[in-house]
Nanobody, 114 residues
Framework: QVQLVESGGGLVQPGGSLRLSCAAS????????MGWYRQAPGKERELVAV???????NYADSVKGRFTISRDNAKGTVYLQMNSLKPEDTAVYYC????????WGQGTQVTVSS
């Protein structure tokens, strides 16, 4: 089993920044892929960014150039630096850990509003 705990969400004005963190514990491995997904009200959950065990990254087109995903394998933690935030980035952000199985965090709310 893998446990994921997200932190760093909150309320920010348009154009602002937030940094999300997700700490993994339990039977974790640096061979895993870790990522961030988000779900806005009335919409399906969508991929935001993913980082593989070798550090390769992939981003949704809507966040390219604004968001950066990174990981610290020694700490079992993945980060999402979000800059130039827009109201349409408002959603619950979920951390995902994937290695043979997929595990999810409980989610953290990000609200972008003036």
């Amino acid at each position: 089993q893998v446990q994921l705990v997200e932190s760093g969400g909150g309320l920010v004005q348009p154009g602002g920044s937030l940094r999300l963190s997700c700490a993994a514990s339990g039977s974790i491995s640096s061979l895993s892929a870790m990522g961030w997904y988000r779900q806005a009200p009335g919409k399906e959950r969508e991929l935001v960014a993913v980082i593989t065990s070798d550090g390769s990254t992939n981003y949704a087109d809507s966040v390219k150039g604004r968001f950066t995903i990174s990981r610290d394998n020694a700490k079992g933690t993945v980060y999402l630096q979000m800059n130039s935030l827009k109201p349409e980035d408002t959603a619950v952000y979920y951390c995902n850990y994937r290695l043979l199985r997929s595990f999810w965090g409980q989610g953290t709310q990000v609200t972008v509003s003036s």
